[in-house]
């Protein structure tokens, strides 16, 4: 089993950078019919897909979030990263990387526990 794992910063200024990484156990960022994604959730709300990184280093974004978002990774530390630029109070929320993999469609199959990023001055 695959465990991830979030660290970062847990406070953030308005309009500064968030960045996040999240680095994988017992799993590799490069074998095919997975990707690696960042997903949200802002307190007493849903889950946000934020966008994802492939096995080939493809990027995918959620269109709402595409111009903040970007997803990088570090395949030598079997790490991957994010990175929101701009943030507001807005984008408080806990923020889980995750292991989607493919099966007809895009299933998420394993988790890191979450981070807590408040967004405030």
């Known amino acids: 089993q695959v465990q991830l794992q979030e660290s970062g910063p847990g406070l953030v200024k308005p309009s500064q950078t968030l960045s996040l990484t999240c680095t994988v156990s017992?799993?590799?960022?490069?074998?095919?019919?997975?990707?690696w994604s960042w997903i949200r959730q802002p307190p007493g709300k849903g889950l946000e897909w934020m966008g994802a990184i492939a096995s080939d280093g493809s990027t995918y974004y959620s269109p709402s979030l595409k111009s903040r978002t970007s997803i990088s990774r570090d395949t030598s530390k079997n790490q991957f990263s994010l990175q929101l630029s701009s943030v507001t109070p807005e984008d408080t929320a806990v923020y889980y990387c995750?292991?989607?993999?493919?099966?007809?469609?895009?299933?998420?199959?394993?988790w890191g526990q979450g981070t807590q990023v408040t967004v405030s001055s």
């Open positions: 995750s292991r989607e993999m493919y099966g007809g469609s895009w299933g998420y199959d394993d």
């Open positions: 017992s799993g590799s960022l490069i074998i095919s019919y997975y990707r």
